[in-house]
């Protein structure tokens, strides 16, 4: 089936630092990505959706330049959170399309980054 | 406005026993996709099943099926026979068509609790 792994599952930076987390898709080609935010006991927030070979497409609130998205190739995509804050600490979450399949994108199993 | 809707936060429900899991959604689009998506404790988001907006029949997988009823634009997650490990966060969501742009936005969930 397909797989997507997201690395690295959890990480603790300090306050000012940059902090990328991968997300690859093992056995599939993946032209679209998708970035999630999760806060405790809340929903899944889109936060742009990564193409291969262009640029990322951010949603409403999201800073670009805080969040950077990297597409480079068809099996991976980065988020790279820079000067991270405290309030950047959240549950991120990758997900891929895999085209022509009705079955669900398939998600990574989220990066829980914490700002000290 | 809210294009997923679950108006459950909590669920409880008794082992070996069925449950529904309530959705609402809201598009313009014709062709849309429906998903239900269990999330434990782990974070890990484990796809459920899926509805195409032009499937005829209610979508099946093992002990899920869903509701599916156009009309009133609900999308209900039934669960037969309940486990102990179906304790966990479900969400329901909603892949929009062409005037969504292609993108998937989650309900906020709702937690469901298995008795012993």
């Known amino acids: 089936g397909a797989v997507v792994s997201q690395h690295p599952s959890w990480v603790i930076c300090k306050s000012g630092t940059s902090v990328k987390i991968e997300c690859r898709s093992l056995?599939?080609?993946?032209?679209?990505m998708f970035w999630y935010r999760q806060f405790p006991k809340q929903s899944l927030m889109l936060m742009a959706t990564?193409?291969?070979?262009?640029?990322?497409?951010?949603e409403q609130g999201v800073e670009k330049d805080k969040f950077l998205i990297n597409h480079a190739s068809l099996t991976l995509s980065t988020l790279t959170v820079t000067s991270a804050h405290p309030e950047d600490s959240s549950f991120y979450i990758c997900?891929?399309?895999?085209?022509?399949?009705?079955?669900?994108?398939?998600f990574g199993s989220g990066t829980r980054l914490t700002v000290v | 406005a809210q294009k997923i809707t679950q108006t459950q936060p909590g669920m409880f429900v008794q082992e070996k026993e069925a449950v529904t899991l309530d959705c609402t959604y809201d598009?313009?689009?014709?062709?849309?996709?429906l998903f239900w998506y269990k999330q434990p404790s782990s974070g890990e988001m484990i796809f459920l099943i899926y509805?195409?907006?032009?499937?005829?029949q209610n979508a099946t997988e093992g002990r899920y099926s869903l509701n599916f009823q156009k009309a009133r634009k609900s999308a209900n997650l039934v669960i037969s026979a309940s486990q102990l490990g179906d304790s966990a966060m479900y969400f329901c969501?909603?892949?929009?068509?062409?005037?969504?742009?292609?993108?998937?936005?989650f309900g906020a969930g709702t937690r469901l609790f298995v008795k012993a």
């Open positions: 997900s891929a399309d895999r085209q022509g399949t009705n079955y669900g994108y398939t």
């Open positions: 056995d599939f080609q993946a032209t679209t």
């Open positions: 990564s193409n291969e070979g262009s640029k990322a497409t951010y």
């Open positions: 598009t313009s689009d014709q062709s849309y996709g």
């Open positions: 509805q195409g907006s032009y499937d005829e």
């Open positions: 969501a909603m892949r929009e068509g062409r005037t969504g742009g292609f993108k998937t936005i």
